[in-house]
């Protein structure tokens, strides 16, 4: 499973983004995509996970109410739509897929993206 990010950016407080994550390879077992966090001197961080095939969508406590997980019918694409954004949400984005069940923020994924980078000001 091949995973690439895009979107990323450089926004204001109050600002949005989305990302994406363009998934290619065996995606038949795929059962879990999620999308991850990681600050400068922090650790990684779980911020939204989804079931490939439906049944709920997962979000950390601190993006509740402001991001948006979704995919693509053909679930070639995920995506994160980011509103309300802080400086606290600077970090770099990670898509990651799972391909055992369970979905829940801190699973262990198999396959990750490269990264994009979101820089939040003030």
């Known amino acids: 499973v091949q995973l690439v990010e895009a979107g990323g950016g450089s926004v204001q407080a109050g600002g949005s983004l989305r990302l994406s994550c363009a998934v290619s390879?065996?995606?038949?077992?795929?059962?879990?995509m999620g999308w991850f966090r990681q600050a400068p001197g922090k650790e990684r961080d779980g911020v939204a996970t989804?079931?490939?095939?439906?049944?709920?969508?997962y979000y950390a406590d601190s993006v509740k109410g402001r991001f948006t997980m979704s995919q693509d019918t053909a679930g070639n694409t995920v995506y994160l739509q980011m509103n309300s954004l802080k400086p606290d949400d600077t970090a770099m984005y990670y898509c990651?897929?799972?391909?055992?069940?369970?979905?829940?923020?801190?699973?262990?994924?198999?396959?990750w993206g490269q990264g994009t980078q979101v820089t939040v000001s003030s």
């Open positions: 989804a079931y490939t095939t439906g049944g709920g969508t």
């Open positions: 390879g065996d995606t038949y077992n795929r059962k879990c």
């Open positions: 990651a897929a799972r391909l055992r069940v369970g979905c829940y923020l801190t699973a262990v994924f198999d396959y």
